[in-house]
């Protein structure tokens, strides 16, 4: 079964603060895909990146940047000078292969909080 | 690209009645829907997988009888709460994808926020 751990219920930071959300999966396929998703008060879930299991470079992306690490099974996800608007419940994701296909499983989610 | 809509977003209802909730992909076919359910400040759980022209696939524990679902189209799939109860109030979001294939991407809806008095 596919497993996708978040450990930190929780985040606050000050604004303009550098602030990485850790994310750790289980799996016995060999071809996989990890996600990131962000759900602000407004409940709708926005994508923000999809990696596949064969694609170890890490993505950056203007303020957000995402480290792949295959050998501990993590895909930690960094926001460099948080923002207000960056407060949002995020979610790590993990589908595909042999035994889920593309069933999505979801972390229990971080709440991160930027204060001003 | 790849925008998925949900009607309504809220809706509260009498217990004992039955609400149907819609999710459109309005610029992509969608041969896959997904329909999730959340709890708040808790993680989204599938409730069933939707192929279009085909029955739904419900996961374990999810009752068929009770969330009917119907992918009747490539950009249309409703999910009807029959008979429903106060423990059936939850925040239900849609996604959609082009097709099956683990390479393909979930877009998601806004989701619906389900009262049941």
């Known amino acids: 079964a596919q497993k996708v751990t978040q450990a930190q219920t929780e985040i606050s930071v000050v604004e303009k603060e550098d602030v990485t959300l850790d994310c750790v999966y289980e799996t016995r396929d060999t071809t996989y895909y990890l996600f990131w998703y962000k759900q602000p008060p407004s409940g709708e879930l926005v994508f923000l990146i999809r990696?596949?299991?064969?694609?170890?470079q890490n993505e950056i992306s203007g303020r957000y940047s995402w480290n792949f690490q295959k050998s501990t099974s993590s895909f930690n996800f960094t926001i460099t000078a948080s923002q207000v608007v960056d407060s949002a419940v995020y979610f790590c994701?993990?589908?595909?292969?042999?035994?889920?296909?593309?069933?999505?499983?979801f972390g229990e989610g971080t709440q991160l909080t930027v204060n001003p | 690209g790849a925008v998925v809509s949900q009607h309504p977003s809220r809706v509260i209802c009498k217990s004992g009645t039955s609400v149907k909730i819609e999710c459109r992909s309005l610029d992509f076919q969608a041969t896959t829907m997904f329909w999730y359910r959340q709890f708040p400040k808790k993680s989204l759980m599938l409730m069933a997988t939707s192929n279009e022209g085909s029955k739904a696939t419900y996961e374990q524990g999810v009752e068929k009888d009770k969330f009917l679902i119907n992918h009747a189209s490539l950009t249309l799939s409703t999910l009807t709460v029959t008979s429903a109860h106060p423990e059936d109030s939850s925040f239900y979001i849609c996604?959609?994808?082009?097709?099956?294939?683990?390479?393909?991407?979930?877009?998601f809806g806004p989701g619906t926020r389900l009262t049941v008095l």
């Open positions: 994701a993990l589908s595909g292969g042999e035994t889920s296909g593309s069933r999505l499983t």
């Open positions: 990696r596949n299991s064969f694609d170890e």
């Open positions: 996604s959609a994808a082009r097709t099956s294939a683990i390479t393909d991407t979930q877009y």
